[in-house]
């Protein structure tokens, strides 16, 4: 039973297309995130949604579009698609305020040639 | 912006030898957290810390707190091959929204 779980797992695409990944979580968590992580490793938070809300929203191109049908759900959408996008996506989840941590799901390895 | 600086970001290390790793943040945080990243893996969740002075310790790897510091460390003892990976700590807090900000990770390489 994969508590957060990411597909698909490898997503090879060509500039300009569009593209989706879906994420979903069966611990029961209130809250949902995406992260990217770059060629240097670096993680950094993109979104995040507690309860189909919308919390965090940093600095990315608006090309990136979340959505979240349902607490369990939590998916990217990507437009246009472009080179400097390539990078590994996380999705995690946690109960806010619980303190008992963050799950993160298998990771998306995103190339865009 | 809450800020978070590890130290060292590469480190290579002999088998049975020990090391710290060190984490330091910037404002105030409710939570610390070290993560294990294996290369082409997610992140595996190692240690949260909650409160000042806290200490949790799993097999060869300890961490603990310093609030009043803003730092964490994380020690190796006697350290193995298994252990090579990338460790990440990271902070939340309510400003962050409770999103996790990492530091840029230390790849660790134990060498024999």
Not at chain 1, 21 to 34: F, R, V
Not at chain 2, 51 to 72: C, H, I, P, Y
Not at chain 2, 100 to 106: A, D, M, R, V
Request: glycine fraction near 6%.
């Amino acid at each position: 039973d994969t508590a957060v779980s990411q597909t698909p797992k490898y997503l090879v695409t060509q500039m300009g297309n569009d593209k989706s990944i879906k994420c979903e979580q069966n611990l029961g968590h209130d809250t949902m995130y995406w992260y990217k992580q770059d060629s240097k490793k670096f993680l950094k938070i993109m979104f995040s949604y507690n309860n189909k809300e919308l919390i965090i929203n940093e600095t990315v191109p608006n090309r990136f579009s979340p959505k979240s049908p349902d607490k369990a759900h939590l998916n990217l959408h990507i437009n246009s698609l472009e080179l400097g996008d390539s990078a590994v996506y996380f999705c995690a989840s946690s109960q806010t305020l619980a303190g008992s941590g963050y799950t993160f799901g298998s990771g998306t390895r995103l190339t865009v040639v | 912006e809450l800020k978070v600086e590890q130290n060292p970001l590469f480190l290579s290390m002999q088998e049975g030898k020990n090391y710290t790793i060190y984490c330091n943040y910037s404002t105030t945080s409710d939570r610390l957290y070290w993560y294990r990243q294996d290369p082409g893996k997610s992140l595996e969740s190692l240690f949260v810390l909650l409160s000042n002075g806290a200490v949790k310790q799993e097999g060869r790897l300890m961490a603990s707190l310093d609030t009043k510091a803003r730092l964490s460390t994380l020690h190796i003892t006697a350290a193995v091959h298994d252990l090579s990976a990338t460790y990440f700590c990271a902070v939340d807090n309510s400003n962050s929204g409770y999103a996790l900000n990492f530091g840029k990770g230390t790849s660790l390489l134990v060498t024999p």
